[in-house]
T-cell receptor
Framework: DAKTTQPNSMESNEEEPVHLPCNHSTISGTDYIHWYRQLPSQGPEYVIH???SNVNNRMASLAIAEDRKSSTLILHRATLRDAAVYYC????????????FGQGTELSVKP | NAGVTQTPKFQVLKTGQSMTLQCAQD?????MYWYRQDPGMGLRLIYYSASEGTTDKGEVPNGYNVSRLNKREFSLRLESAAPSQTSVYFC??????????????FGDGTRLSIL
């Protein structure tokens, strides 16, 4: 399974944008990039996913490098509720739908 | 709209006791998964079920058994609990076939302590 590398922790101020980086230099051509987050004492929650093009949804944006070896999750205006552990996960087709979690980035948001 | 429901939410066991963790989803999803999460770590896959009647091992299956009772329910059994199985257990489901890039939906977890 291709691996991802994320910073252990990041800090942000409330209502400012946050850019969460992820390196995945061994990504294969068919791997999708998924992001989940886990709020304290809850199960993981889907945020966004993409293959090659940048993606936007109501929660966040995903910027994917042209060589696909890195990506960035963008929260446009951080709120206190966005404090969570964010996981960047590569998902290969025909792998049973499995998610391989790393340690993620713990995001703290200061008021 | 309950989503994925796990019972119980908390449990304390003694070493050697057995227990079944229950998971049910009301979204008509085909695939279901059991993960465990140790402190400060990401989730690790124990077992999964691509469809009713099938189960497959994940990354850390030793010491566990599973049953896909029907499309809605997927249970995880510890036959003889060990302290190393102290963890938070999460169940998840997936809308379509296992090749799908649809998101997995997770329950809120069962916090299990084994003394």
């Amino acid at each position: 399974d291709a691996k991802t590398t994320q910073p252990n922790s990041m800090e942000s101020n409330e209502e400012e944008p946050v850019h969460l980086p992820c390196n995945h230099s061994t990504i294969s051509g068919t791997d999708y990039i998924h992001w989940y987050r886990q709020l304290p004492s809850q199960g993981p929650e889907y945020v966004i996913h993409g293959l090659t093009s940048n993606v936007n949804n109501r929660m966040a944006s995903l910027a994917i490098a042209e060589d696909r070896k890195s990506s960035t999750l963008i929260l446009h205006r951080a709120t206190l509720r966005d404090a969570a552990v964010y996981y960047c996960i590569l998902r290969a087709p025909r792998m049973g739908g499995k998610l391989i979690f790393g340690q993620g980035t713990e995001l703290s948001v200061k008021p | 709209n309950a989503g994925v429901t796990q019972t119980p939410k908390f449990q304390v066991l003694k070493t050697g006791q057995s227990m079944t963790l229950q998971c049910a989803q009301d979204m008509n999803h085909n695939s279901m998964y059991w993960y465990r999460q140790d402190p400060g770590m990401g989730l690790r896959l124990i077992y999964y079920s691509a469809s009713e009647g099938t189960t497959d091992k994940g990354e850390v299956p030793n010491g566990y058994n599973v049953s896909r009772l029907n499309k809605r329910e997927f249970s995880l059994r510890l036959e003889s609990a060990a302290p190393s199985q102290t963890s938070v257990y999460f169940c998840a489901s997936l809308p379509s076939g296992t090749d799908s890039n649809q998101p997995q939906h997770f329950g809120d977890g069962t916090r299990l302590s084994i003394l």
